[in-house]
């Protein structure tokens, strides 16, 4: 006992000398205060990032209209070259000058001196123009280039900022580690003194007399092991060991289940989804009686309670598989069998998908529709279900953003539009920036997350970086879900039907 307690003394004052060390070192007190300021600090330039991806994106797409331009004609039909103050107010003089020549020649010959000073008037004009023109078309690139240098500072700082992050979390979590060594430290110290102080205690106790009071007798039962005892403690003790790892199972799952943590992000629940048959992924075309073909129109029921007719709707989700083109295109068909006309618009033009579902020929779409001469109003091809016109994706792409940012995307959007609904199924927020750029054409955003895999930080992410652009109508669909992932109406009206009742 002296040996052990001589130990665990030593062991003491090595763990105290080493949190003392590590506090003198270190401004531990300062460190929780400085987390949340770091956390603060990222989730600002993290913001900022996103918005200035944005920007280069607009800005990309402004400078390579400008450098396709081979002549002043073609600058001046840029829209925003066009409705500069100085260009205009050039334009205006040339026209101005050009009439005072035409009633000039009515009187006077085209080398009479009145001709000639209005000829090098428009001549020094044409030049003046041509230089703000320029001007305009360089200010565009030295704008580009500034929103790349300040891309890359952001991108530094915020790199900085979680390194001091992952720094100070990393040193708290020794710091906690050296205190709970002590206190163990301690405990172990207190038990061996303790136990020491009792036998120097008994030690000088006087020597006590016993008699005996009974004779022992060979039991009839055994006294060890308590059967029934340790089987009854054995029981309530799985019992609330089932109970605390269901419960600590729950807190620490972490995907999108249910309605709750949807609305906490700002977004509106529309309504969930059973799992579809592989086979039937057009539940709404292929099996109308399912579940799941119920639960697309009473989706579409409650949308349209929401937004009304004539909407732009970008169907979308925070990652990959979780069943968005699926949802896209089985809302379209709902849509279109409640007798709406509706075009759907494959906008995923590196993962395509929605001509697989639909069942039509994908070799012309979107893609080459953008690099083509064609009208929005032969884009659009007839599906099996009627009044629904799809626009696939046509050849996928590995950098789509800046046709998908053209003029003739924006024509496209408004004219498919025009007097009928307008669905574009959108790569995933979380990817790519086509996704940010295909959310500016549409007045409302559908995000699709699967009950049980997506994560409730990536929908939140995907949420904030909608209200970054400005979208206000954001709903959430709840896919896939199953007895184990959700306790909603759809997957019993799914077995409802199931049994023939329906």
Not at 21 to 35: C, G, N, T
Not at 380 to 399: K, S, W
């Amino acid at each position: 006992l002296k040996t052990m307690l001589e130990k665990r003394k030593k062991r003491l004052q090595q763990a105290e000398s080493q949190l003392r060390e590590f506090e003198e070192q270190h401004a531990v007190a300062s460190y929780e205060r400085e987390l949340e300021r770091l956390a603060r600090q990222v989730a600002i330039y993290e913001e900022a990032v996103t918005k200035l991806k944005l920007t280069l994106v607009d800005l990309q797409s402004k400078w390579e209209t400008v450098e396709r331009c081979n002549n002043l004609d073609q600058l001046l039909a840029i829209p925003e070259i066009a409705k500069d103050s100085l260009v205009s107010f050039y334009r205006q003089r040339i026209e101005n000058l050009k009439e005072e020549r035409t009633k000039k020649l009515t009187t006077y010959a085209p080398t009479s001196r009145e001709v000639r000073s209005i000829e090098q008037r428009l001549k020094e004009l044409q030049n003046a123009l041509k230089n703000a023109v320029q001007q305009k078309a360089e200010a565009v690139r030295i704008e580009l280039e500034r929103a790349q240098e300040q891309m890359q500072q952001k991108q530094k700082l915020l790199e900085e900022a979680r390194m001091k992050e992952r720094k100070f979390a990393r040193l708290l979590n020794q710091h906690e580690h050296l205190a709970a060594q002590l206190q163990t430290a301690q405990q172990l110290y207190m038990q061996a003194y303790q136990r020491d102080e009792q036998l120097k205690t008994g030690g000088g106790s006087v020597l006590r007399r016993f008699e005996v009071d009974h004779r022992a007798s060979i039991p009839r039962v055994p006294v060890w092991p308590k059967t029934f005892q340790f089987t009854a403690i054995a029981g309530i003790v799985g019992l609330l060991l089932a109970l605390g790892l269901a419960f600590l199972f729950e807190h620490l799952d972490d995907s999108v289940r249910d309605e709750k943590v949807i609305e906490k992000m700002g977004a509106k629940f529309l309504g969930s989804v059973p799992r579809l048959r592989r086979a039937k992924e057009l539940a709404v075309v292929d099996d109308p009686r399912s579940g799941a073909a119920e639960a697309f129109r009473a989706l579409r029921l409650t949308l349209f309670a929401e937004i009304g007719d004539g909407s732009k709707i970008l169907v979308s989700s925070s990652n990959a598989e979780e069943g968005k083109t699926v949802c896209a295109a089985n809302l379209a068909a709902a849509i279109a069998n409640w007798g709406k006309t509706v075009n759907l618009l494959d906008g995923d033009l590196r993962h395509p998908r929605i001509h697989r579902i639909l069942n039509i020929d994908s070799k012309t779409g979107l893609s080459e529709f953008l690099t083509s001469d064609d009208s929005p109003d032969i884009a659009f091809v007839q599906t099996r279900v009627p009044r629904l016109n799809v626009l696939p994706a046509g050849r996928p792409l590995a950098n789509p953003a800046d046709l998908l940012s053209s003029q003739k995307m924006i024509d496209l959007i408004a004219e498919a539009s025009k007097d009928r609904t307008l669905i574009i199924d959108s790569p995933p927020l979380l990817g790519p920036a086509d996704t940010f750029v295909l959310a500016r054409y549409c007045d409302v955003v559908v995000l699709v997350a699967r009950a049980g895999k997506t994560k409730v930080g990536s929908l939140q992410r995907a949420v904030a970086h909608l209200n970054a652009l400005g979208i206000e109508k954001i709903f959430v669909i709840l896919n896939r879900t199953t007895p184990a992932t959700s306790r909603y109406y759809y997957y019993h009206y799914y077995h409802y039907y199931g049994k023939g009742t329906g």
